[in-house]
């Protein structure tokens, strides 16, 4: 059974940085694009970040861009999400999800939720 | 950027009714269009894939319909384990750009 669980999400004042986990477990982690996706409170859904199988590859969302990094850890079946410079405008549930290989999402956990105020 | 839209924003049904939800695509994504149901408190569900192909375990109430720039996601018969909050989703292959989700159609109760 294919699961994905979030981790790290907490209080952080602005400025701050935090640090996102997702484990995930049975399926083949590296075979797999993995995604972060985020939703502010009240709102939709947003794409945050995609990151390749073999961790190379590594994209953002403009409002994103140059303060987050994606990365991963196949050894560890375990996504991250490094977040520095947070904003209010940040506060939000991060999700991780699998990219099912066509860019659609077949697989989601249960979402960290990441608070920025002072 | 592909924008995208979906109408209308609530829709209130009474359970067994049919519920239809629009999605738009400001230019053709084809039939690369996923729809997601996605409740308070849990994770967001993959519901329909390619425009029309249901996900693995999705109830067959559950259809997707269009193609080029109109969608539709239709629940033949609502149940209460449906009521939720329903996005559409515009994706591309590898590798991504920006992959635009709707902003959302609240099913709820009439």
């Known amino acids: 059974e294919v699961q994905l669980l979030e981790s790290g999400g907490g209080l952080v004042q602005p400025g701050g940085s935090l640090r996102l986990s997702c484990a995930a477990s049975?399926?083949?982690?590296?075979?797999?694009?993995m995604i972060w996706v985020r939703q502010v409170p009240g709102k939709g859904l947003e794409w945050v970040s995609a990151?390749?199988?073999?961790?190379?590859?590594?994209y953002y969302a403009d409002p994103v861009k140059g303060r987050f990094t994606i990365s991963r850890d196949n050894s560890k079946n375990t996504l991250y999400l490094q977040m520095n410079s947070l904003r209010a405008e940040d506060t939000a549930v991060f999700y991780c999800?699998?990219?099912?290989?066509?860019?659609?999402?077949?697989?989601w956990g249960l979402g960290t939720l990441v608070t920025v105020s002072s | 950027e592909i924008l995208m839209t979906q109408s209308p924003a609530t829709l209130s049904v009474s359970p067994g009714e049919r519920a239809t939800l629009s999605c738009r695509a400001s230019?053709?994504?084809?039939?690369?269009l996923a729809w997601y149901q996605h409740k308070p408190g849990q994770a967001p569900r993959l519901l329909i894939y390619?425009?029309?192909t249901r996900a693995t375990d999705i109830p067959v109430r559950f259809s997707g319909s269009g193609s080029g720039t109109e969608f539709t996601l239709t629940i033949s018969s609502v149940q209460s384990e449906d009521f939720a909050v329903y996005y559409c989703?515009?994706?591309?292959?590898?590798?991504?750009?920006?992959?635009?989700f709707g902003p959302g159609t609240k099913v709820d109760i009439k």
């Open positions: 999800a699998r990219d099912a290989r066509y860019g659609y999402y077949d697989y």
């Open positions: 049975g399926f083949t982690f590296s075979d797999y694009v």
């Open positions: 990151i390749s199988g073999g961790g190379d590859s590594k």
């Open positions: 230019q053709s994504v084809t039939s690369n």
């Open positions: 390619g425009a029309s």
């Open positions: 989703q515009r994706y591309d292959h590898w590798p991504p750009g920006i992959f635009t």
